[in-house]
């Protein structure tokens, strides 16, 4: 009830920031980037912990996809807040049930590895690149906003990046990780990126620092669950080639 209770007040006050950010104070550029790291994205997180015990729950796809049509229900008439939570449980949601198909640990610790050069490239010089250069509107679509207080514009980040901060979190409850430190390192990866891309005046890939953020949370333990996995792969390796040997 404790969750449900946070996660009904927390969806209230996020409501009505939404509906009525736009008449609230106007304050510097950088005024308005520590109120969009270290307040709105927490909070916007937040969510997704509240929730995380539905990650074991049954029909996710069928929730994401309902999700889907509100967001664009939502969309087209012009009620962007609704579309925005919409969109950030869907994909929740989403990154819930893809975790099902991780076996292990070391599969998402590959992922964490490898997803943020892909999107580096993405953002760089592929698909994210084009579209945000070019086809501005789509993006905005198929992404999260954070709206700055006072004005009329937004934070935006990718569904991708919702999709792997929900993946990173579940993981790290399924697995016996930190839990509570790798969802505060990752929601302070956003708000770092959004520096980056400040500073940079230009796009910046949000998934390097997420991965990052996963991965210093729980890279001891990480370590201490992977390596017997090793050794006993080294251990039958070598009884294999021993076995050969004696064969021989």
């Known amino acids: 009830m404790g969750r449900v209770a946070a996660l009904l007040v927390l969806g209230a006050a996020l409501g009505l920031y939404y509906a009525f950010h736009d008449r609230l104070w106007s304050a510097s550029t950088w005024w308005d980037i520590a109120f969009i790291s270290l307040v709105l994205?927490?909070?916007?997180?937040?969510?997704?912990?509240?929730?995380?015990?539905?990650?074991?729950?049954?029909?996710?796809?069928?929730?994401?996809?309902?999700?889907?049509?509100?967001?664009?229900?939502?969309?087209?008439?012009?009620?962007?807040?609704?579309?925005?939570?919409?969109?950030?449980?869907?994909?929740?949601?989403?990154?819930?049930?893809?975790?099902?198909?991780?076996?292990?640990?070391?599969?998402?610790?590959?992922?964490?590895?490898?997803?943020?050069?892909?999107?580096?490239?993405?953002v760089w010089r592929g698909p994210t690149h084009h579209i945000t250069e070019h086809h501005i509107n789509v993006f905005n679509t198929f992404s999260f906003a954070f709206p700055i207080p006072g004005e009329d514009n937004s934070a935006n980040l990718g569904l991708p990046d919702l999709l792997f901060f929900a993946l990173f979190l579940s993981a790290a409850s399924r697995f016996g990780l930190r839990v509570r430190l790798t969802w505060a390192l990752m929601t302070l990866s956003f708000g770092a990126t959004l520096c980056l891309a400040v500073v940079s005046d230009r796009g910046f890939a949000a998934l390097p620092l997420l991965a990052l953020g996963f991965l210093l949370a729980n890279g001891d333990l990480i370590w201490a669950a992977l390596r017997p996995a090793a050794q006993e792969g080294r251990a039958a390796e070598s009884g294999t080639r021993s076995s050969g040997q004696s064969d021989a």
């Open 41 to 122: 994205i927490p909070a916007s997180f937040a969510l997704v912990w509240l929730v995380l015990p539905l990650r074991r729950g049954r029909g996710l796809v069928a929730v994401a996809l309902s999700l889907g049509i509100l967001a664009w229900a939502f969309h087209k008439a012009g009620w962007n807040g609704a579309e925005n939570f919409c969109k950030l449980f869907g994909v929740t949601a989403i990154g819930f049930w893809f975790l099902g198909y991780f076996e292990t640990l070391s599969w998402v610790v590959l992922v964490a590895v490898i997803i943020p050069w892909v999107d580096l490239y993405s």
